[in-house]
């Protein structure tokens, strides 16, 4: 299970404080913009530069738990633009990665729910708002898409990028 350095050093650093609750990640506040994204390969692609955008897609997020639309199907090498729109009440997320990293991911949110994230395969949406990510799939497989605000995968709130050779 491989985590981002800063997931690690923020989720023991609030283990260590017994303070975990000093941080707010997924109140109604947004966050401040990331800047220009790490270009770190991910098992599920790598993030995407604006102008090699090859189509858009919008995603609506809703408090039954969940995308619509649940599946998005990608061909290697595509660049996508996701349009993330809150259309409920609560704070939402959308993170991008395999099965496996958004399971370790979730079990973490669940010890420590308000954890900040600074990653480009991941976006926070305040309830009316949308968000954006920019993502190169240049590895085929497939992948998901989730909320990993506690409770929110356990319920069910999980999508499916399928990426295929060309």
């Known amino acids: 299970m491989q985590h981002s350095k800063r997931t690690l050093l923020i989720a023991a650093s609030a283990a260590l404080l017994g303070a975990a609750t000093v941080v707010r ?3 109604d506040k947004p966050h401040a913009s990331k800047g220009a994204a790490k270009k770190e390969q991910k ?15 919008e995603v609506r ?18 660049t996508i633009r996701f349009v993330h729109r ?3 009440k609560v704070m939402h997320e ?21 954890m900040e994230h600074d ?3 991941m976006a926070h949406v305040p309830h009316g708002k949308t968000a ?5 799939f240049n590895r085929a497989g497939d992948f998901e898409f989730a909320c990993l ?8 709130m999980v999508g499916t990028v399928a990426v295929r050779t060309a």
């Open 61 to 78: 997020m809703l408090d039954a738990m969940r995308f619509v639309p649940n599946r998005v199907d990608v061909r290697q090498g595509e």
């Open 43 to 57: 098992e599920w692609g790598i993030a995407g530069d604006a102008n090699a955008v090859t189509r858009t897609v």
């Open 132 to 136: 954006e990510i920019i993502w190169t």
């Open 149 to 156: 605000i506690p409770g929110h995968y356990a319920a069910g």
């Open 25 to 27: 990640a997924h109140g």
């Open 119 to 121: 990653e480009p395969y």
């Open 94 to 114: 959308f993170v991008i990665g395999t099965k496996k990293e958004n399971e370790a991911h979730a079990a973490l949110m669940m010890k420590f729910p308000n």
């Open 86 to 88: 809150n259309d409920g």
